[in-house]
């Protein structure tokens, strides 16, 4: 069964730090891997996405992720963080015939001035 | 370009009560979905759907029914709520396998159950 997991509940940088927000999977076959962002009162917005190719994937607002086959993560960077970065995070992955999508349990991202 | 909308944005209902959450998308989109979220538990899937007239369960599918008669629109029906479901509803729709992309989503219900 496809998952995926983020330890941490919360990650705090401060603004002009570079920042990473973790995500472990576990999947059948090749993974499909999503970064997800929600803002207060807000539905989810796609921020990248990991289905082939290249392992570093880039995507909106100047985030990245890097695929790790060997460790089975997806982590989610940003060279500098902004204030209005703030927000929770998602990751996800999908089965195979896209079904599904499974997300993990969110990390909320705190970027003081 | 509306995307995936959900009608209504909040309720409140008493427990016993019956509702029905109303999703529709203009994509022309195959799969839709339907989660709930909650504090510390992410999303988790309720039901979803893979074509016009079909749907299928997920993680936790107690307590609500589906409906998919027209492709653009999913609903989501709940027969006799519970406090327990008390929660945020997201809809989502995707293209589905063949073009392996993202799901999108709908703003939110906040359904307070009292």
């Known amino acids: 069964a496809q998952s995926v997991a983020q330890p941490e509940d919360q990650v705090n940088v401060a603004e002009g730090n570079p920042l990473t927000v973790k995500c472990t999977y576990s999947?059948?076959?090749?993974?499909?891997l999503f970064w997800y962002v929600q803002y207060p009162n807000r539905g989810l917005q796609f921020l990248l996405k990991?289905?082939?190719?290249?392992?570093l994937v880039k995507g909106s607002y100047g985030f990245e992720a890097e695929f790790n086959k060997s460790q089975t993560s997806f982590h989610l960077k940003k060279p500098s963080a902004l204030v209005s970065d703030s927000a929770l995070y998602f990751c996800?992955?999908?089965?195979?015939?896209?079904?599904?999508?499974?997300f993990g349990s969110g990390t909320k991202l705190n970027v003081k001035p | 370009n509306a995307g995936v909308t959900q009608t209504p944005k909040f309720r409140v209902l008493k427990t016993g009560q019956s509702m029905t959450l109303l999703c529709a998308q203009d994509?022309?989109?195959?799969?839709m979905y339907w989660y709930r979220q909650d504090p510390g538990m992410g999303l988790r899937l309720i039901h979803y759907?893979?074509?016009?007239?079909?749907?299928a369960k997920g993680e936790v599918p107690d307590g609500y029914n589906v409906s998919r008669l027209k492709k653009q629109n999913f609903l989501l029906g709940l027969e006799s709520a519970a406090p327990s479901q008390t929660s945020v509803y997201f809809c989502?729709?995707?293209?589905?396998?063949?073009?392996?992309?993202?799901?999108?989503f709908g703003q939110g219900t906040r359904l307070t159950v009292v």
């Open positions: 989502a729709s995707s293209p589905g396998a063949s073009l392996r992309t993202e799901a999108f």
């Open positions: 999947v059948s076959g090749n993974p499909y």
């Open positions: 990991y289905i082939t190719g290249d392992n």
């Open positions: 996800a992955v999908t089965d195979l015939n896209f079904n599904k999508f499974y």
């Open positions: 994509m022309n989109h195959e799969y």
């Open positions: 759907s893979v074509g016009e007239g079909t749907t």
